[in-house]
């Protein structure tokens, strides 16, 4: 069943006392867009990990009072964009143009950070060798982990002029 093209922004207080009413009001909406997908239960668990992990990571690093979520649908992608205002992700300018950057890891996967050019980070995860995890060495940008391990691209860029930071995840729908 072919899904029409639809695009709606949302914009939500940064608040961790209305993370759960927005996480709902987002999902909500994701699914009306689903409906009638019949896999569409391959995509729900992704998308509400993604939505979860990058408006909490707003509550905890942003600093402003609400946050832009974006949802795009159309025949091949959900694509969920996160916008707020602030300073940049640290790395977007501790990194030259073609760096990779360790941030974070689980026992099976590592999260890296690639500069891809000047204010745009490509996240990726990497398999581990577990033949000695390091579990104490989990911290720090584990969301980010999540969010790249449910996506098929995560993307980061930091607009200088607007001071505004955006990430950008996009999933395949899945087709039977």
Do not use: W
């Amino acid at each position: 069943m072919p899904i029409k093209y639809s695009s709606r922004e949302f914009i939500l207080p940064n608040s961790p006392t209305e993370l759960i009413t927005s996480v709902k009001l987002v999902l909500d909406h994701i699914d009306q867009q689903l409906a009638g997908l019949e896999y569409k239960h391959e995509i729900y668990f992704k998308t509400k990990s993604i939505v979860t992990e990058l408006l909490t990571n707003a509550i905890k690093h942003a600093g402003t009072k609400s946050v832009t979520i974006h949802i795009i649908t159309d025949n091949e992608y959900l694509t969920i964009k996160k916008n707020e205002h602030g300073e940049p992700f640290p790395l977007v300018k501790d990194s030259s143009p073609g760096e990779k950057k360790k941030l974070s890891f689980d026992i099976m996967h590592s999260l890296y950070a690639i500069n891809e050019s000047n204010n745009t980070l490509k996240f990726i995860v990497e398999d581990n060798a577990i033949d000695k995890p390091d579990i104490d060495g989990v911290a720090e940008h584990f969301g980010l982990l999540i969010v790249t391990k449910c996506a098929e691209q995560f993307i980061y860029y930091y607009d200088e002029d607007n001071k505004l930071n955006t990430f950008t995840a996009k999933l395949r729908i899945p087709r039977p």
